[in-house]
């Protein structure tokens, strides 16, 4: 067994088929079809299916332990970067869209001046698209929103955020400082797709007051869930951020009572070693929400790193 032969397999699931993924690691079709065979042979079981291009059971059992191995061959050479004091390498960020708002120009900023040589991917998601993509190395750290459900991930709380319900002003809930759930029972509302973290969230306190809501309609995704809002489909629980400036003389958020704020945290897999550009800008984030001045709705709870 050798890196080329986990390498085939791994591009062949994330391309879906053999033509695809030779162009991606620059080799011709016929090597990665003697590197996956190899590798069966070595395996003693089919790993990829010759009529579909798809992994088998057993190849997806392959695929995953093989990211985790090939994340670990990659983090070598970034990890003596860092003992000459030049980090260098790539980091795939995931981050939900209302965080992302604020934080990512915050630390491009702060990535440009302190480790140049580090390349940033940054990818918008919610936490349920984000975190299977964490699972499974495909991102290197995530600023997700609590609870995080997968066992695999760790976390350390970043910030806390208000959850309001948004409203035009014209509304009837707009005449309120704050409004109960019993209340909110009386309308319909735009609300996060049932079994995400925001929507677990929400309906707990909602239970915990007797209360159920009734959806409009139920997404995975706030930044559709407030434009349908800002288009007049319906108020819309939504965290405070999602709320533009620019939108306030037509909007309004109208706290809800009993609901406590969204906790956002910096996630990570809980086994392995990052390697070193992984780990600085994992500092970073922390180190520019710690000394950002944050949007008001929005309270910090990072704490330095450990030295």
């Known amino acids: 067994m050798d890196v ?73 050479a970034a990890d003596v970067s860092e003992l000459n004091a030049d980090i260098r390498g790539t980091v795939s960020l995931g981050i939900i869209g209302t965080a992302g708002r604020w934080i990512v120009p915050l630390l491009i900023e702060a990535q440009r001046l302190q480790y140049p040589h580090v390349a940033l991917r940054i990818y918008e998601g919610s936490n349920s698209a984000l975190e299977p993509q964490l699972v499974h190395g495909r991102l290197d750290l995530g600023v997700l929103a609590q609870p995080i459900v997968a066992p695999e991930l760790t976390q350390s709380p970043l910030f806390n955020e208000d959850l309001v319900v948004v409203v035009p002003r014209t509304h009837p809930l707009a005449a309120h400082e704050s409004v109960s759930f019993d209340v909110l029972a009386q309308y319909p509302l735009l609300l996060p797709l049932s079994g995400t973290a925001l929507r677990r969230e929400i309906d707990a306190a909602a239970r915990a007051k007797g209360v159920t809501l009734r959806p409009v309609v139920e997404l995975d995704g706030l930044r559709t869930i407030a434009s349908l809002a800002f288009d007049g489909y319906g108020p819309a629980i939504l965290p405070a951020t999602a709320l533009s400036q620019h939108l306030r003389d037509k909007f309004t958020g109208v706290r809800i009572d009993d609901l406590t704020p969204r906790r956002v945290s910096v996630v990570t897999r809980r086994f392995g070693f990052p390697a070193a550009p992984v780990r600085a800008i994992t500092a970073l984030l922390h180190e520019v929400v710690r000394r950002a001045t944050p949007p008001e709705s929005v309270s910090v709870t990072t704490t330095p790193p450990s030295s």
């Open 4 to 76: 080329r032969q986990l390498e085939a397999v791994v591009a062949i699931a994330d391309h879906g088929s053999f033509s695809r993924a030779a162009d991606a690691l620059g080799t011709v079709q016929s090597n990665i079809s003697s590197r996956v065979a190899r590798l069966e042979k070595e395996l003693g079981t089919e790993l990829v299916d010759r009529g579909s291009g798809e992994v088998t059971e057993s190849g997806r059992v392959v695929v995953e332990r093989a990211r985790r191995i090939l994340h670990e061959f990659e983090s070598i």
